[in-house]
Every structure is written in structure tokens, then in C-alpha cells.
């Protein structure tokens, strides 16, 4: 679950201005303009989906960000490649709250599958690997699927893999997370 995480932060905050700038060819100042309002609006996002999260489970926002994902990730980049700067912010900033409803509750929700006694370390392996492996090779991989497909939405389909992936184990998961929170609660 952490590197759906690793590929959605790199996608809207590293891979996101190369893509503007390559494939989209926004001039620096555009795309800059974009990351700002980005990032103000993944700030702002992040302790709202927290609260929400809270409110009504870290599960069930976790996958309505991933599913939010999955349907806005093809019109996002068919939008993005309309230069229309309006849009692209409107487009970006949707997406990145969507995002940030799947990032929001993954720390708590990391620290509830790990128990006391090695949770740090646990945390930090997932943490760290799925940056290293992931974060390193996704900006590689996204540009390489648009050279061999042609195609300007060709990120999409990656992140539609992992995003897929993701929901698929919360989906199978559930009953398993669950029980366990039953369990531990039960034995207090």
C-alpha cells in the first residue's frame, strides 16, 4: 500500500512538472504556478482527510481517494494536454485532494498493522523500500510507457495499475484488519 502512495505523491509533485514541461509544454513559470497551488492544496487537504478518517475509518477513506483516483486519472490527463491553465489547475487540484484522501490516514493505518514491539522498524522497511524502489524507478517508467505507447494519458494507466492494486488488497484485507481490531481490542 505504501508504494501507491510513493507513485501518487510522485505523480503529482515530481513526475507532474517534466510531464507539463515535456509533453505538455508549459513554459517554467506555469508549471511552477501549478506546484505551488499543488502543494497548497495538498496541505490543506491532508488534516481534512485526517479528521475525516477519523470520523468514519481509516479503511473506508482510504478506498474512496483510491477509487476517486481510479475514475478522475484518464480525464485528468486528457484535460491536462488542453493547455487551458484554468483547467489544469481546477484538474490538478481535484486531483491532488484526491490523493491526499488516500495519503491522509496511512500513517495511523501502518501503525495499526504493526504491533508496539516492532512497529518502528516495520514502518520504516515498508516506508523506505517502497520510496527506493518505487519513487526511483516510477519517473523512468512513466516516460518510458509514453515513448512506447505514443500516448500523452500513458501515466495514467500506471498509476491506474497501482491504484487498482491497492484497492484490490483493502477489498480482500478488511475482514483480516478487522478481526485483528477486534482481537486486540477484546484482549485490553
Known sequence: ??????????????????????????????INCITIINIVVYMISLPIFGCIADKYGKILVMRIGLFMVILLI???????????????????????????????????????????????????????????IFGGLSPLIVFWLIEMTGLKIAPAMYIIFFSSFALLLFLNNNKTYLFQKRFEYDSI
Open 74 to 132: 484518464i480525464p485528468f490527463y486528457y484535460f491536462l494536454s488542453h493547455k487551458s491553465n484554468y483547467l489544469v489547475h481546477l484538474v490538478e487540484a481535484i486531483f491532488v485532494s484526491s490523493c491526499a484522501a488516500y495519503i491522509a490516514p496511512i500513517p495511523a493505518f501502518l501503525c495499526d498493522l504493526y504491533g508496539v514491539e516492532f512497529r518502528i522498524s516495520a514502518i520504516s522497511l515498508v516506508y523506505n523500500t517502497s520510496s527506493a
Open 1 to 30: 500500500m505504501m508504494f501507491c502512495k510513493v507513485v501518487k505523491i510522485l505523480s503529482c509533485f515530481i513526475v507532474m512538472p517534466a510531464y507539463l514541461s515535456r509533453i505538455v509544454f508549459l513554459n517554467g513559470y506555469e
